[in-house]
T-cell receptor
Framework: DTGVSQNPRHKITKRGQNVTFRCDPI?????LYWYRQTLGQGPEFLTY????????KSRLLSDRFSAERPKGSFSTLEIQRTEQGDSAMYLC????????????FGSGTRLTVV | AQSVTQPDIHITVSEGASLELRCNYS??????LFWYVQSPGQGLQLLLK????DTLVQGIKGFEAEFKRSQSSFNLRKPSVHWSDAAEYFC?????????????WGLGTSLAVNP
């Protein structure tokens, strides 16, 4: 068990480009969550998966954002046509079951859109 | 609506001093309560959690927290702060409502430690 792994750690992209982040959860965890955190704020929920099914998406997740977890293991979060307002830390977490088991977070991917 | 409040945006303490970070929540029943710590540029690390039972919870790095139902609070404490404790601290609450699946977060308290 190496914890939750996120790649890349940092990403700088030009406005209008597409970016994709990857999250590898703890292997036995069936739930995977994506959060976004801007400076000075707590994490904001974006979406979550139970196994391969995406069960909820926040209103924060505009149509430029898409997340997948094709085999119920790793997940990808893609942002199309990035905007400067997308600059944030994108955090992935996994858990076994719901909040009763808490979450294990990855170190995050920091996105800077220039 | 459920909410989590961390009244102190920023706290500065001297190394070796005691620490208390406040967290209040708004919910009609007993939630699941968490404290996380985040160092600059890093992800979130779980310090401790409360689900039920003893209202005084021990966590990692010498931290503890006490759940007080009457005050809807879950304050984090440490008797003697170390310089390495400087970080951002987040209180989070999980609600057992059917297919509960996410946490509600406070805005965080930034802790600075003077030598």
């Amino acid at each position: 068990d190496t914890g939750v792994s996120q790649n890349p750690r940092h990403k700088i992209t030009k406005r209008g480009q597409n970016v994709t982040f990857r999250c590898d959860p703890i292997s036995e965890h069936n739930r995977l969550y994506w959060y976004r955190q801007t400076l000075g704020q707590g994490p904001e929920f974006l979406t979550y998966f139970q196994n391969e099914a995406q069960l909820e998406k926040s209103r924060l997740l505009s149509d430029r954002f898409s997340a997948e977890r094709p085999k119920g293991s790793f997940s990808t979060l893609e942002i199309q046509r990035t905007e400067q307002g997308d600059s944030a830390m994108y955090l992935c977490a996994s858990s076994l079951g719901g909040s009763l088991h808490g979450y294990t977070f990855g170190s995050g991917t920091r996105l800077t859109v220039v | 609506a459920q909410s989590v409040t961390q009244p102190d945006i920023h706290i500065t303490v001297s190394e070796g001093a005691s620490l208390e970070l406040r967290c209040n929540y708004s919910y009609g029943a007993t939630p699941y309560l968490f404290w996380y710590v985040q160092s600059p540029g890093q992800g979130l690390q779980l310090l401790l959690k409360y689900f039920s039972g003893d209202t005084l919870v021990q966590g990692i790095k010498g931290f503890e927290a006490e759940f007080k139902r009457s005050q809807s609070s879950f304050n984090l404490r440490k008797p003697s702060v170390h310089w390495s404790d400087a970080a951002e601290y987040f209180c989070a609450v999980g609600f057992d409502a059917g297919n509960n699946r996410k946490l509600i977060w406070g805005l965080g308290t930034s802790l600075a430690v003077n030598p």
